[in-house]
């Protein structure tokens, strides 16, 4: 499923107000958008009016029928973000409906509560409002973002949350691992991916020791979270990578796609941004323990980057909004950034 913007908005809407009527009788949707950002999924910014004058502000998010994710679940999405509200400290949105039926809109569906907040553009240390902040201001937005994941990466494994623990044999490493080769699977199609090919090698022998396992993200940016004028974090968004493994995976992946926007781009970072080793000294701080394999991980982010770009990539084509000899998923950020990685020749260089 494309993005929102690029879907039949008026039967999304027509079709969602018949369905809304039967939870909010006599409600209408009033008004209709969708977010600025946002490639893998279909989601829409409803204000809808109560027959009582009353006007509430939905956010519906449909399931992609396909995307750059392997088996995308908004229901899954769902039920992460309704057991973290009940067995953690994180600020989620909150579920209103679900809808499971996929002959409703043809897909099937959530429905939220919309959160007041301001979402960052990926590309904010270049455009955006985040431009218009002063450095202090940046510097709290992401102490604020840090604070967010280490309160996630402390919060009990309880039992409630045990449903998050990926398929597969052996560690939380392990699965990862495992899980990442089935997606490099699916999204390469029998074909020979020499950079990705060799970054999965890489990860799989290079994979640490490590036992732990604590609540992961699975998207850790500042594009997925929502701010407060005084950038404290309002909510914390799109939950379909959510798992569990070492909380180096989420800290990687962080420090990767910061550097897949600035070094990897020739952008400076905003001033007022940590630098990577501040922001791994206060999560250290956080969560009370130092980081272990903390490059293996930042490569293995890339690895994943590269292979949503990948799977973009041949989307794009698939539709006719590419090239078939473009070489924009070779050049892109995630490619170089993996190349240099693994030493295969990229001239990008981590920033510290």
């Known amino acids: 499923m494309p993005p929102a913007r690029d879907i039949d ?25 969708v977010p600025p950002t946002g490639a893998s999924n279909g989601t829409f910014l409803c204000g809808v009016l109560t027959p009582d004058g009353a006007r509430r502000d939905l956010v519906l998010r449909l399931q992609p029928i396909e995307n750059q994710f392997l088996d995308p679940d908004v229901l899954f999405q769902s039920r992460v973000m309704a057991a973290l509200a009940r067995n953690s ?17 043809g897909t099937p569906f959530v429905v939220m509560d919309r959160i007041d907040g301001d979402v960052l553009s990926d590309s904010h240390h270049s455009d955006g409002w985040a431009l218009d902040l002063r450095p202090e201001q940046r510097a709290a937005m992401y102490d604020n973002s840090v604070d967010v994941f280490v309160t996630l990466h402390t919060t009990p494994l309880s039992e409630p949350l045990q449903f998050l623990r990926r398929p597969g044999t052996g560690t939380a490493v392990d699965r990862h691992v495992q899980w990442l080769q089935r997606w490099h699977a699916w999204a390469a199609r029998g074909r020979s991916l020499p950079v990705i090919d060799a970054g999965l090698r890489y990860a799989v022998e290079n994979s640490p020791d490590d036992p732990a396992e604590v609540v992961l993200w699975g998207d850790a940016r500042p594009g997925n979270m929502l701010f407060r004028p005084d ?37 400076p970072p905003l ?14 701080q956080g969560v009370g323990r130092s980081v272990r394999d903390l490059d293996y991980w930042r490569v293995v982010a890339a690895l994943e980057f590269a292979i949503i770009v990948q799977r973009y990539c041949d989307m ?17 950020p995630a490619m170089r950034l993996l190349a240099e990685g693994i030493g295969a020749g990229s001239a990008v260089r981590w920033r510290s």
Do not use: C, N
Not at 89 to 105: F, I, S, Y
Not at 271 to 284: A, C, K, L, M, Q
């Open 231 to 267: 950038m404290s974090v309002a909510a914390v968004l799109d939950w379909e990578l959510a798992a569990t493994g070492p909380g180096e995976i989420d800290l990687g992946w962080w420090l990767m796609f910061e550097d897949s926007q600035t070094v990897a781009r020739g952008v």
């Open 316 to 332: 794009q084509v698939a539709a006719g909004r590419m090239d078939p000899d473009s070489t924009l998923a070779d050049e892109s």
């Open 271 to 284: 001033t007022g941004v940590p630098s990577h080793d501040d922001i791994v000294t206060r999560y250290e």
């Open 89 to 105: 400290r994180v600020p989620v949105p909150t579920v209103v409906w679900e809808e499971p039926d996929a002959a409703v809109l």
């Open 9 to 33: 908005q008026d039967r999304v809407v027509r079709e969602f107000e018949k369905w809304l009527a039967a939870r909010l009788p006599g409600a209408r949707v009033e008004t209709v958008g």
